[in-house]
């Protein structure tokens, strides 16, 4: 007989003691329905402030299946899902959020098409319940956005939610930069990949940990870590303004030499000036997001320190050092 496949769960969680038990209920009962496969849980505590640490202590001591990794503070839930990656080494891994928005039960679709030969299997969300319209929309037009910046194909309205195999798995975790934005670094990894289509659900409890100040940075480390489009945007805008700027200068000298006419100019030279300061100012705001970017990279700084591992396999990268250790 062959060895039984293993599939493992990767759950990011920060302070979500009042979903776990029912979350675990959830996942209990996916792995009961799928006899075909050797299913494992890994929960990475993201620097949780309310109990959810020890709950999960408590849950693991019930549940062998239950892997814990205790991160050394809050690093994000990017971060976090890295961590878990990082530990978990199966022929399939599903990345699930905590507060049960991403049902379990969908799992068992993406895990048929995962057995089909896929290397990917997205959960695109046909609806959103229980999310503000504000949330919506703004989710809505940062995936069309990122789309077009970036240049990877990055599917729309899907989460992080997501089955990948082993091979991609391998890829993600020699990827190794700070600013993560797991949902473009998973097709830039390239593979085969399929989707499946599930609705959102809201919030078991609690509220969400990404308010509009963390989804800002989120959009921000999408668009500056994996795309160069607003370098090449300013080029372009100095390159507009520098016609502009020659063509209305040829036409002045044309005034100037060739008839009687003056300019009065005073206006003018003030809006331009503002004009052309402004956009200066941006445009460097704008390289420094990269200078910034590139500086902490060159840190060279592990991801994220480990407090304590419950039944996790030690990293099969050194967290500690970039370049890791296979
Ligand atoms: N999360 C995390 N670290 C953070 C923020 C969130 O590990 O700093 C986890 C959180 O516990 C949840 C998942 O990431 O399991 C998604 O977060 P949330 O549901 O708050 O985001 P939303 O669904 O509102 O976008
Ligand atoms: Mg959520």
Known sequence: MLPARTLEFVIPVFNEADCLDALLERLLTFRAATPGAEVGFTFVNDGST????ARLVELAGREPSLSLVDLSRNFGHQIAVTAGLDHV?????????????D??????EMYRRALEGFDVVYARRNVRRGESAFKRLTAFGFYRLIRRLC????????GDFRLISRKVLRALSSMRERHRFLRGMVPWAGFRSAEVRYDRDARHAGETKY??????????????SFSIAPLRAASLMGVALVTLGAAGGAYVLYLKLFTT???PGMTVILL??????GMQIMMLGLIGEYIGRIFEESKRR????????????PARRASSSPEGVP
């Open 272 to 277: 331009s000036v503002i004009l052309l300061g």
């Open 103 to 108: 049902p379990p039960e969908v799992v068992a």
């Open 89 to 101: 080494d199966a022929d399939h891994v599903v990345i699930i959020d905590a507060d049960l928005q």
């Open 211 to 224: 308010p509009l100040g963390k989804m800002v940075r989120f959009a921000l480390d999408a668009i500056f």
């Open 302 to 313: 592990p991801l994220y320190f480990i407090n304590e591992l419950r039944g996790a396999r």
């Open 50 to 53: 309310d109990g959810t640490w």
């Open 151 to 158: 240049g990877v194909p990055i599917p729309q309205d899907t």
């Open 261 to 263: 006419r003056v300019v």
